[in-house]
């Protein structure tokens, strides 16, 4: 990869070492790339083009003889907003490709091209620096791990305590096997032992306002004093660390009319089905301020006992009235599991 193109070296056949007397080098595309390190993910190299906006996808192409480079980032262009500097490949356990943006946020490619898997995710990490509300990260790396995963290491800057402080942090295992496990903080510390309510040791986060999971329940946000906090109840196994926000947000819903698309056209969503998996907690709703939270706990269940995982579908009147594009937004605020794996509206579209 050079500025002005992408280029394949061999011996001048197949299998034939490159010497001095018979190096051939052919051009393959004219995209030119970045001077940030290109990725191999499977048969096919990903690479970022020179204004470091695209990732380009170099694979050998057998109808035009040659390899072809298509742009991943045309569907979801504002995600390299202010270009890539980094990049990182992590294969186990979902096979994303990690980038890192010029304004501190982490970007991620999921990538598995036999099933046709192309999926952008943006994520702001916990905490703020300067005028951000979220940790900048500066540096990504990922490394086989020991728990049948690869590690991701970030390097994240924040203001802490009126400071400029920088950590080096890594993602934790996502295979829990229950909610107690659950670690859904960031620049997080774990506690496990006898009963307390006082929990020290977090002096990294010195003036914080920490998110808390206590014995696999949430808890009251508490600001870190002298490095420790005092929880309201006494608990054997606490997770305390920076929250952080998930948000999604589905594309314009297309689900036909009676005199052709439904697009432009005024339509209302009245119920909505989200089919979960190992989850608790989430909130379903029309915008970020019409947002209804899906009960998981009954009348059955203990209450003085975390929620189990919950697998299946849940079903929930939508707020919201005849609008035209018909968004559909799924958050979770609290330190729990959610995976979300697909959404089924009812609803009715106007023709008039």
């Not at 951000?132 to 995963?149: C, K, Q, R, W």
Request: charged letters at 20%; a negative charge.
């Amino acid at each position: 990869g050079t500025t002005g193109g992408e280029f394949s070296v061999s011996g001048g056949g197949t299998d034939v070492a490159i010497t001095p007397t018979n190096i051939l080098i052919k051009k393959q595309s004219n995209h030119g790339s970045a001077d940030v390190s290109p990725l191999s993910v499977g048969n096919v190299t990903l690479f970022l083009q020179r204004a470091k906006r695209k990732i380009r996808e170099l694979a050998y192409n057998f109808d035009v003889d040659g390899y072809l480079a298509p742009d991943l980032t045309i569907l979801a262009e504002h995600v390299t907003e202010g270009g890539l500097n980094e990049m990182a490949y992590q294969q186990e356990p979902d096979s994303i490709a990690w980038g890192v943006r010029a304004d501190g946020q982490l970007i991620g490619l999921t990538y598995q091209r036999a099933e046709e898997v192309v999926g952008w995710h943006r994520h702001k990490l916990g905490g703020s620096f300067g005028n951000d509300s979220f940790g900048h990260v500066e540096s990504v790396a990922s490394i086989p791990g020991t728990l049948n995963e690869d590690t991701l290491y970030v390097i994240v800057k924040r203001t802490i305590n009126g400071a400029t402080r920088r950590y080096v942090e890594y993602f934790t295992n996502y295979e829990i096997d229950n909610v107690t496990d659950s670690w859904f903080v960031d620049s997080g510390l774990q506690y496990e032992g006898s009963a307390t309510t006082s929990i020290s040791g977090l002096d990294h986060l010195e003036g914080e306002t920490v998110t808390i999971l206590a014995d696999g329940a949430t808890h009251p946000d508490k600001t870190v004093t002298n490095g420790a906090i005092t929880l309201d109840r006494s608990s054997t196994k606490v997770t305390v660390g920076l929250g952080y926000t998930s948000l999604l947000q589905t594309m314009r819903l297309e689900a036909g009319s009676a005199e052709g698309v439904a697009q432009g056209k005024l339509k209302r969503i009245h119920d909505i089905t989200v089919r979960l998996y190992e989850s608790v907690g989430i909130e379903v709703g029309s915008s970020l301020t019409e947002m209804d939270r899906i009960p998981f706990r009954d009348s059955s269940m203990s209450m003085d006992a975390a929620i189990p995982f919950f697998t299946g579908d849940v079903k929930t009147e939508f707020r919201g009235g005849f609008e035209l594009d018909g968004f559909i937004f799924v958050r979770q605020t609290q330190p729990l599991p959610l995976t979300v794996v697909a959404i089924y509206p009812e609803l009715t579209t106007n023709d008039g």
